[in-house]
């Protein structure tokens, strides 16, 4: 089972995947003039950072696919509804198999 199914596609396996639990707190929350902490939380969201090794053209442009919007992720089992950061990459060019390979590709999937 892959590790990463994006709207249904499988993404190549992932060199790393960490996790970021977010707080996230009311508009009106902030320190009082006496020092002390006011708010309310009002949910608690995910971001999920993913890097990738060395890709296929194939494998990248399937990661390039990923919507700019809000799209449905089940990453290592868990599901997720989320947009994505900026994909950042290196191409490192085409070699004699013909096939251009690309390293060090990352994102992060944010919880809507």
């Given at each position: 089972?892959?590790?990463?199914?994006?709207?249904?596609?499988?993404?190549?396996?992932?060199?790393?995947?960490?996790?970021?639990?977010?707080?996230?707190?009311?508009?009106?929350?902030?320190?009082?003039?006496?020092?002390?902490?006011?708010?309310?939380?009002?949910?608690?969201?995910?971001?999920?950072?993913?890097?990738?090794?060395?890709?296929?053209?194939?494998e990248y442009n399937a990661i390039r696919n990923i919507p700019s919007g809000f799209f449905n992720a089940v990453v290592l089992g868990q599901s997720i509804r989320a947009y994505r950061s900026t994909i950042t990459g290196t191409c490192m060019g085409t070699f004699s198999d013909g096939i251009t390979y690309y390293n060090d590709v990352s994102t992060s999937f944010i919880e809507q």
């Amino acid at each position: 089972m892959a590790e990463i199914i994006v709207n249904g596609v499988a993404l190549a396996s992932p060199t790393s995947i960490s996790n970021s639990d977010e707080i996230i707190w009311s508009s009106g929350t902030g320190r009082s003039a006496n020092g002390l902490m006011s708010g309310d939380v009002i949910a608690n969201k995910k971001t999920i950072q993913i890097s990738w090794g060395i890709l296929t053209q194939d494998e990248y442009n399937a990661i390039r696919n990923i919507p700019s919007g809000f799209f449905n992720a089940v990453v290592l089992g868990q599901s997720i509804r989320a947009y994505r950061s900026t994909i950042t990459g290196t191409c490192m060019g085409t070699f004699s198999d013909g096939i251009t390979y690309y390293n060090d590709v990352s994102t992060s999937f944010i919880e809507q």
